[in-house]
């Protein structure tokens, strides 16, 4: 029986990953909040009355409050290119894009780029994602944010988000993303 739910867990997740177009431009506006649980409890509101937040490539990246109440201001990041990487700890694929970013990181300064991973598996505490942090990851922000994943429509993990320096967003991709693609998006940003 273990074996059956185990396959059935792998077959919906290969279906996921396939079936999830890369680079996608997501359709619709931001998914409704739901309820001040752990996670996202509500989208900052920057100032940008008016401007065209959402999750489309070429739409400004929402800002939000993580689980702990840190508010991330996306617009506060303008200069900066920004990397989301929506991720768990438990994720095969999560930890081998943690190379592609530790690369990243290393590659262009603090000045240049921000590099934000986000836990979105909500059973993961911070001594799960600090201890995940110290042996996979580097010396970027790490949040914790089930509903994060909500509102920026991530349906499969990992998932990359990468922001212009203007707040805008310039690229999704779904699955393990390459530090030569990471880099091409960045160059092109920068």
Known sequence: MAVLIFCAIVVISVAAYILTPRNAQVQGENPPLQGEGSGIRHLVNSGREGADVGLDVGRFAPDFVDAHDNAFSLTGLRGRVVVLDFMATWCGPCRLEMSHL?????????????????????????????????????????ASGPEVGSVYGVLSIPTIYVIDRNGVIAYRSVGVTSFSVLSEEINRLL
């Open 102 to 142: 530790k690369e990243v990181f290393s590659a262009y300064g603090r000045d240049q780029v921000v590099v934000i991973s986000i836990d979105v598996d909500p059973t993961e505490g911070d001594e799960v994602i600090g201890s995940f942090r110290d042996s996979y990851g580097d010396n970027w922000i790490f």
